[in-house]
């Protein structure tokens, strides 16, 4: 009896360790796609371009699906903002679409 709540414990510990590291890799691919985006020789189309590939590498191709990407001006300064929508691991990798939503932003050089 012990041993199967000790062997649920872990695997709810694994799964909330799997969502983090998910979470904080997109997180990580949005920024950099973000400051490519920004770059003065660049479009935030780039950007996306750049943050899908980034996450094709390090994750399964199905968490690049929703990409997007949009100039908004925050306090009076332009930035390129990267927004990725990717699955929510549940259940391993697997979990309902379009849940986890991450963003990144970095300062536009074209001002």
Known sequence: MVSGLLSLLFLAVFQLG????IRNTLISCASEG????????????????RAKQMIKASLADRYADNVTAMTTTVDGVQVVQIR?????PVLGPLGPDHVLSVQARAFSENQ
């Open 34 to 49: 973000a400051r490519l985006g920004a770059r003065a020789d660049a479009s935030p189309q780039d950007g996306v371009a």
């Open 84 to 88: 990725v929508l990717a699955p929510l």
């Open 18 to 21: 799997l969502a983090l590291h």
